[in-house]
C-alpha cells in the first residue's frame, strides 16, 4: 500500500510538471502573439502617419501656389486633395465636350505649376494615382446612350479625355524627360462619373447633404490625387473587417 502511494504521488508531481510546462509555453506564445500586434499596431501608425503628413504637405503647397489664382477661377481645393473646377462659364456648356476658350487659358497656367508640384522628388514614391473626373448635369445625354446614366457615363469620359489630351498636347508636357512622361503616364487616369456625385449649391455632395442638385455646379472637372498611403489604408481597413 505504501508503494502504492507514492507511485501515485510520482504521478500526480509528473502531471503537475507537465501542467506547469504547458502553462509556461502558453505564457509565451502569448507575450509572442501580443509583441506581434504591438508591432503591427506600430506599422499601421506609421502608415497614418505618413498619410496624413503627405497630404498635409500637398494641400499646403497646393493651396500657396493657387491660392489668388483658385478665387479667380472660382476652383474649390479640398482637403482630400481635390480639385474642382465648378464654374460653368468656365467648363462645359450642356451635353457638350469642347473646352471653351476661358478654360483653356486656366489650364495653361494651371497644368504646367500643378504638374510641376507633383513631380517633386519627395513625392516620387507617394502617389498612386491622380485623377481627372468628369461630371456631368443631370440633363440626359441620350444620343450617346438610351440609358441617361450611360450616356452621361460617356459624355463625362470624354469631357476628362479632352481635358488629358489638352495636357499631352502642352509644351510642358512635351518638353518633360521620357521617365517622367512615363511615370505620368501610370499614374494619370481619365474618369467618366456622370451624374454619381452631383453637387448642391454650396458646392457639397448631395448625397450626403440630401440637398437640391444645381446642375451648373454639377457639371464639372475634378482632379484628384491618391496617395499611396490611401491604399495601405484601405488595405488595412479590409484586415481589420476580415
Known amino acids: 500500500m505504501a508503494i502504492k502511494r507514492r507511485n501515485t504521488n510520482n504521478s500526480w508531481m509528473s502531471f503537475s510538471d507537465i501542467m506547469t510546462t504547458l502553462m509556461v509555453i502558453f505564457m509565451f506564445i502569448a507575450i509572442s502573439y501580443m509583441y506581434e ?4 499596431q506600430k506599422k499601421r501608425d506609421l502608415v497614418f502617419e505618413e ?3 503627405t497630404k498635409d504637405q500637398l494641400f499646403s503647397e497646393l493651396e500657396d501656389e493657387f491660392r489668388e489664382d483658385f478665387k479667380k477661377w ?5 482637403k482630400d486633395l481635390s480639385i474642382k473646377f465648378t464654374n460653368p462659364e ?4 450642356s451635353g457638350q465636350i469642347d473646352i471653351r476658350v476661358y478654360f483653356n487659358q486656366i489650364l495653361n497656367s494651371f497644368l504646367p505649376r500643378y504638374f510641376e508640384i507633383l513631380l517633386k522628388d519627395k513625392y ?27 450616356g452621361n457615363v460617356i459624355l463625362s469620359q ?35 462619373l456622370s451624374y454619381g456625385k452631383t453637387l448642391d449649391d ?8 440630401n440637398k437640391k442638385i444645381n446642375n451648373q455646379n454639377s457639371r464639372r472637372v475634378e ?20
Open 37 to 40: 500586434i504591438q508591432e503591427e
Open 51 to 53: 498619410f496624413k503628413v
Open 74 to 78: 472660382d476652383v474649390v481645393l479640398g
Open 90 to 93: 468656365v467648363l462645359f456648356e
Open 124 to 150: 516620387k514614391n507617394k502617389i498612386s494615382e491622380i485623377r481627372i473626373e468628369g461630371h456631368t448635369d443631370t440633363v440626359p445625354a441620350r444620343h450617346y446612350d438610351k440609358d441617361p446614366y450611360i
Open 158 to 192: 470624354l469631357r476628362s479625355t479632352e481635358v488629358l489630351k489638352f495636357f499631352r498636347n502642352t509644351s510642358f508636357f512635351k518638353n518633360l524627360k521620357d521617365e517622367e512622361k512615363k511615370n505620368l503616364q501610370f499614374l494619370i487616369t481619365a474618369n467618366g
Open 202 to 209: 454650396n458646392k457639397e455632395l448631395t448625397l450626403l447633404t
Open 223 to 242: 482632379f484628384r490625387i491618391m496617395t499611396k498611403s490611401e491604399k495601405l489604408i484601405e488595405k488595412v481597413i479590409r484586415e481589420l473587417g476580415e
